[in-house]
């Protein structure tokens, strides 16, 4: 599912998903912060904000008949959502506990769309509203910290020096804004780029590329956010399931 083109600098991807049961649901480590519409009857259905994930959780599949998913870049959530990051961290609330009678109103009008892309429109246009004063000078900073952190390996006092910050002022403004420091953002987006590429590369090279030290460094690494080595991923020897707390 493609966003609209006003939020596509806001919103990193779109996703329709048609859990049927028939395996465990396996939810990454994520810098970022989503917002699911859950489909759970013919006209019901509920709209939840999943905070950022500092680990991976494994749950028992759920059959549901849809679910839409608007993920947000990292630092997203505090201009859409209008909530610190860092109080949604490990954590999946119902929308209504931001945004009230504003969420039930639109969790009704969803209830009764049929359609995947009109859902997400109908949430997009709600997201909207949040985006009526524009980007300001912290959500600037804060993208250009994130595609250094994301992309190059750049390290956090060299960052902050090159975009003319304290160190201080970008742990807090990482915390308010992403809900992670931007080191533990950074072994995040390490982790998720070697789930990326895991099929396709040696465990080495892989270490190598991602920025570790060496090979035993990013199996260890892994092994903390995912709860198991790289090769028991990619083998798919999981973790044991436990009931989602959302």
């Not at 860092?86 to 999946?92: G, H, I, S």
């Not at 969790?107 to 009764?112: D, H, I, P, V, Y």
Request: hydrophobic content about 45%.
């Amino acid at each position: 599912m493609t966003p609209m083109p006003a939020l596509r600098p806001w919103i990193a991807d779109a996703t329709l998903m048609r859990p049927d049961g028939a395996g465990p649901i396996v939810h990454l480590p994520d810098a970022a912060t989503a917002l699911v519409y859950r489909r759970t009857g013919a006209r019901d259905g509920d709209l939840r904000v999943v905070g950022p994930r500092t680990r991976a959780s494994y749950n028992p599949g759920k059959d549901l008949p849809m679910c839409v998913r608007a993920r947000l870049r990292p630092g997203a959530a505090r201009t859409l959502l209008g909530a610190p990051a860092a109080e949604l961290r490990d954590r999946a609330v119902p929308l209504t506990d931001l945004w009230g009678d504003r969420a039930a109103r639109l969790e009704a009008r969803l209830n009764e769309l049929t359609g995947p892309d009109a859902i997400l429109r109908a949430v997009e246009h709600a997201l909207l509203d949040g985006l009526r004063d524009g980007a300001d000078a912290r959500d600037l900073l804060l993208r250009e910290a994130v595609e250094s952190l994301s992309t190059s390996g750049e390290r956090v006092a060299a960052l902050a020096r090159r975009l003319s910050v304290s160190e201080r002022h970008l742990r807090d403004l990482f915390t308010d804004r992403v809900g992670l420091p931007p080191k533990r953002f950074a072994r995040i987006q390490r982790v998720r780029t070697v789930l990326a590429r895991a099929g396709s590369a040696q465990w080495a090279g892989l270490a190598s590329d991602t920025g570790y030290y060496d090979q035993s460094h990013m199996t260890a690494d892994f092994h903390a956010l995912m709860g198991v080595s790289p090769a028991a991923f990619r083998a798919g020897r999981l973790p044991a399931s436990t009931p989602c707390a959302a």
